[in-house]
């Protein structure tokens, strides 16, 4: 009779392991990154910039930001931001902007068009880009429509032309009224092989009209990188680079993003629940100036800054950063709801003047979708086969392993849109 009951009841659930969405992913650089240089992204600049600046609010300041997309229509969305100190100052006002945007395709940011309004200059910008993935090529245009004055030529408006593919992006982009002799504004070439990315910018800024300004070295910047990773979220990653910026300025950074699964018991969630995945993000840049100049021997001649950030579960993510001046400490707190909200306290040390102070940030947002996944077929714990015993086994529970999810051959079916790789461009 017991062997009956036992053939008839279904065999318990597999356990299973928590894989929370992130915080900010993808990150909103990223909707607008065919606007910029592929120079100034690539490198690990876009990681570095994120884990350095998000939710590090500024001292006795706050900010705010509120990301909304209709129900009926998701190719429009409207950004919106307030920010300012928390005392008043009778020489800083508070700054507030907002930027409406529509995009072509809902699952490709790279075609679009914006407005953006500010209390501040310019008070209207109109941004728009188009991106055709077939054949590589795409062009862009930032155009100031209304300011109280225009004191230089990039303030009537830039253009661009630039073309991207998987292991190459190349452009350059115009200030279209302007002398001959400022063309172009800035130019950039980016290459690909295998793990090894190698890039060289130029930006005309320096050196007299009558002369070929790109004979000037301090227009030239290039750098060299080593990146491992898909891109996604869910795979660990790591970035070295090392840039020459201007011929003046060398500039060495790192980048590493890891993956790690802790076991986990909570009663809030079901039994079959065993582990959860965290986040763990490093970075470190140093900026020292090599141009030879003597005159100038101060702590600003070399400097740097180290970072790390480790999301613990859906709802708390902490962030530590150290510089050569200051050092600060972020606490951010996400609740999921529809639209969800984030609250985010910050305080920095200020070791010159021997001060603490905090800055504090609100966030709601419905644009991006994130979703907490319970049943992620990546990452649920399996019984041991043949085809199971070689690696991805990082710890047992009972008498089932679990395995790696298979994120780092490509493999991405099954895994949420939110949490795959950014388009393969470079």
Aim: charged share 20%.
């Amino acid at each position: 009779m017991g062997n009956l009951l036992s053939a008839v009841q279904p065999p318990p659930p597999p356990p299973m392991v928590l894989v929370p969405p992130l915080f900010d992913y993808p990150p909103l650089a990223a909707r607008t990154r065919m606007l910029e240089s592929s120079y100034n992204l690539l490198f690990g600049k876009l990681a570095l910039k994120c884990l350095f600046e998000d939710y590090f609010e500024e001292a006795r300041h706050f900010s705010t930001r509120i990301m909304l997309k209709p129900i009926d229509d998701p190719h429009v969305d409207l950004i919106a931001t307030v920010g300012g100190p928390l005392d008043h100052k009778v020489d800083e006002k508070i700054v507030g902007n907002a930027q409406f945007r529509w995009q072509s395709d809902v699952d490709d940011p790279h075609t679009f068009v914006d407005l953006f309004v500010s209390n501040s200059e310019p008070t209207l910008v109109m941004r728009s880009c188009a991106y055709y993935p077939k054949f590589g090529f795409g062009a862009f245009g930032i155009f100031p429509v209304l300011m109280k004055q225009r004191v230089s030529s990039e303030d009537y408006g830039v253009m661009g032309l630039r073309y991207g593919s998987p292991n190459l992006s190349v452009g350059a982009s115009i200030i279209p009224f302007t002398a001959g002799d400022e063309l172009p504004k800035n130019a950039w070439l980016v290459s690909k092989m295998g793990r090894l990315t190698a890039g060289v910018q130029y930006e005309p800024k320096f050196g007299s009209k009558d002369e070929a300004r790109y004979k000037n070295l301090a227009n030239w910047s290039c750098a060299v990188g080593y990146g491992l990773g898909s891109g996604s979220p869910l795979s660990p990653s790591f970035n070295f680079g090392l840039e020459l910026a201007r011929n003046s300025q060398f500039i060495a950074s790192f980048y590493q993003h890891v993956v790690v699964q802790r076991r986990v018991k909570n009663p809030l969630e079901e039994n079959e629940v065993v582990g959860i995945t965290n986040y763990i993000d490093f970075g470190f840049e140093l900026q020292t100036k090599v141009d030879g100049d003597k005159s100038s021997n101060n702590i600003h001649d070399s400097t740097f800054q180290v970072a790390a950030s480790w999301q613990a579960n859906k709802n708390f993510l902490l962030k530590g950063k150290v510089g050569p001046l200051s050092s600060s400490i972020a606490l951010a707190f996400k609740s999921w709801w529809k639209p969800s909200f984030t609250l985010s306290v910050s305080a920095v040390r200020d070791r010159i003047k021997a001060e603490t102070a905090f800055g504090f940030g609100i966030r709601v947002d419905n644009i991006r979708e994130a979703s907490y996944q319970r049943a992620d077929p990546n990452f649920v714990m399996l019984t041991p086969s043949k085809e199971h015993l070689a690696e991805g086994i990082h710890w047992k529970s009972g008498k089932r392993p679990l395995l790696e999810s298979d994120v780092s051959s490509g493999n991405f079916d099954g895994v949420p849109r939110e949490l795959r790789p950014l388009n393969k461009i470079l």
